[in-house]
């Protein structure tokens, strides 16, 4: 029974945070192997992997990959145990699937593709329309609405014909709104209006009948403006019949802004309008330099992040924006924070990877 899971999943989270901070006292941090028996079962049996234990309540645990990465071997051989679906960083953005206008290029798709078949894990598509790393011919180009629907169509239709069968969902729109909850006036919404994105979910319906069709944000884990003006526009957009799957939220936490308020009521007022949620660019980055109390937090987090998840039924599954300090985007881009992900830049586990582990644990026993 889930009724009385959430109390008890809250107890063992500060069990685990606790073990951590006394590990960490201890200086065994560091020590922590990389796979080790599940403490909840017969310790002769190899350990499950994050990924077999979130499949047991039905949804996927996975990372994303960025197409260089694959040549850490270490680091590829991991992702290809640990976790069963992937997504690429960067390999299907459109300035590498289209860098000359009508010319496509599958190449970086194609290896992560390949790799994640040769592993057993899925893809997520990752995106057709964003406003970011689009190719300059599009970018600085003058074009009519005519003429950019065109090359919207097209974009689309090839990309999701060339992945079709390969790809479970296709994050279709990316980053489409501001925090106030306005439209972004990317492109494509300045030269053909807000009726772009129904148009980009039906041509990718018309391309891939069965994948799964998201919208997906950042900064729309909490109740707010800008999930509400998600909220508003997949409500409408199901009232219109316009092909929508699922709502993607990636969740590019920090720990000096605070957990997100209203998180598991937020994934559920989306399933309720039936649509799946997932979690899909998972980190939670800190100032550096981390300490002890800092990775408690933030294993507190990740395993808030994951429960909420597990208790919403059509939260479908978790991907991490890569799940190693070794390779993260952060530190590029947030000068002075890091330390994101569940494993360390030796591929050892933190505390919230155990806080994780135990999240999904909890609920595999309770399904
Ligand atoms: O992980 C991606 C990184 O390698 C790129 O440099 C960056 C460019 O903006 O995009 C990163 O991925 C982004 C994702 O596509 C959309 N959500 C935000 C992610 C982090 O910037």
């Known amino acids: 029974m889930r009724a009385s899971a959430p109390a008890r999943r809250i107890r063992t989270r500060s069990a685990v945070v606790a073990a951590a901070a006394a590990a960490?006292?201890?200086?065994?941090?560091a020590s922590v192997p990389a796979a080790h028996a599940?403490?909840?079962?017969?310790?002769?049996?190899?350990?499950?992997?994050?990924h077999e234990l979130a499949r047991e309540s039905g949804r996927y645990f996975g990372s994303a990959v960025d197409n260089p990465e694959l040549a850490d071997t270490e680091f590829a051989e991991l992702l290809g145990t640990e976790f069963g679906?992937?997504?690429?960083?960067?390999?299907?953005?459109?300035y590498a699937t289209e860098p000359e206008r009508g010319v496509f290029d599958f190449t970086a798709g194609d290896e992560i593709v390949d790799y994640a078949k040769a592993?057993?894990?899925?893809?997520?598509?990752?995106?057709?329309?964003?406003h970011s790393q689009l190719p300059a011919w599009l970018s600085e180009g003058t074009w009519t609405k005519a003429e950019l629907r065109s090359i919207l169509k097209n974009h689309i239709t090839q990309v999701v014909k060339h992945y079709k069968g390969k790809v479970f969902a296709w994050d279709v729109a990316n980053e489409i709104m501001n925090e106030d909850g306005t439209y972004r006036e990317n492109i494509f919404y300045k030269v053909i209006g807000p009726g772009y994105i129904a148009d980009a979910l039906r041509w990718a319906r018309a391309a891939d009948p069965k994948?799964?069709?998201?919208?997906?944000?950042?900064n729309v884990e909490a109740l707010?403006?800008?999930?509400?003006?998600?909220y508003t526009l997949i409500k409408q957009l199901k009232k219109d019949r316009v092909p929508i799957d699922g709502f993607g939220l990636q969740a590019h936490l920090a720990l000096q802004y605070g957990f997100p308020g209203g998180y598991e009521e937020n994934l559920r007022r989306f399933a309720d309008l039936g649509v799946d949620v997932s979690i899909t660019e998972l980190d939670i980055r800190m100032q550096l330099p981390a300490d002890e109390a800092k990775l408690a937090e933030q294993a507190d987090w990740y395993g808030r992040v994951t429960e909420g998840c597990l208790e919403v039924r059509r939260c479908v599954g978790i991907t991490l924006w890569g799940y190693t300090d070794r390779h993260s985007w952060i530190p590029d881009f947030f000068p002075g924070e890091g330390?994101?992900?569940?494993?360390?830049?030796?591929?050892r586990h933190k505390p919230a990877y155990d806080a994780i582990r135990e999240e999904l644990a909890e609920a595999a026993e309770d399904d």
């Open 339 to 347: 330390a994101a992900l569940p494993w360390d830049e030796n591929l």
């Open 224 to 230: 707010g403006p800008k999930s509400d003006a998600y």
């Open 85 to 94: 679906q992937t997504t690429p960083g960067n390999g299907m953005k459109w």
């Open 38 to 50: 599940d403490s909840d079962s017969d310790r002769r049996r190899p350990a499950r992997t994050l």
């Open 24 to 29: 960490a006292l201890l200086g065994s941090l």
């Open 211 to 218: 994948v799964k069709l998201y919208l997906n944000d950042y």
């Open 119 to 130: 592993n057993g894990l899925k893809v997520r598509g990752h995106t057709l329309l964003w």
